[in-house]
């Protein structure tokens, strides 16, 4: 599951070194990536995983790690 996650990562951040990314890798932080980034990213996991993703979950992750855990707990 960290690996499809990473992918979409990746490709909605248009980074081309997916091993850059890690469990560890702060989306912000790491990634660069802004508000609007990381509101695709949600919206792209949500439809790749079939799952809501209440906003107010979305603002407690601070890692790529704390995605894959909600994922797992709500799939």
Known sequence: ???????????QLS???????TLETSL???LEADSL???E???AL??????????EE???FKTIGDICKFIENNK
Do not use: L, Q
């Open 28 to 30: 912000t932080e790491d």
């Open 15 to 21: 980074i081309d070194d997916v091993d850059t990314i």
């Open 37 to 39: 980034d990381a509101v």
């Open 58 to 60: 979305a603002e407690h």
């Open 46 to 55: 949500e439809d790749e995983f079939g799952i809501e993703i209440p906003d």
């Open 1 to 11: 599951m960290f690996e499809k996650v990473r992918s979409i990562i990746s490709e």
């Open 41 to 43: 990213v949600i919206m």
